[in-house]
Nanobody, 117 residues
């Protein structure tokens, strides 16, 4: 059974950092397109960062230069390093895996990030 389990969320002050991790089982993060999405209260879920099979990455304009997505093929995990956090980054963050050829995707249960003083 495919599972994506996020961890690393929490409460942080503005300007601080957090590192989210997504542990995958029954799928290879090196094969799938791996995404981090976020959803703030009352807002639509938005794509934050993506890493594709070849290793290329994509970032939303709002996080470019502050967030970094990476993957560990040995541990089969995907990370999101978040620096210079702002209150606007407060949201539930979700790990997502997209099959590169089929209409098939999986979601984690989400982890809450709150940026507040």
């Amino acid at each position: 059974q495919v599972q994506l389990v996020e961890s690393g969320g929490g409460l942080v002050q503005p300007g601080g950092s957090l590192r989210l991790s997504c542990a995958a089982s029954e799928l290879a993060v090196s094969f799938y397109t791996m995404n981090w999405y976020r959803q703030a209260p009352g807002k639509q879920r938005e794509l934050v960062a993506r890493i594709i099979r070849g290793g290329d990455t994509y970032y939303a304009d709002s996080v470019k230069g502050r967030f970094t997505i990476s993957r560990d093929k040995v541990k089969n995990t995907v990370q999101l390093q978040m620096n210079s956090l702002e209150p606007e980054d407060t949201a539930a963050y979700f790990c997502n895996a997209e099959h590169p050829e089929l209409t098939l995707q999986y979601w984690g249960q989400g982890t809450q990030v709150t940026v507040s003083s």
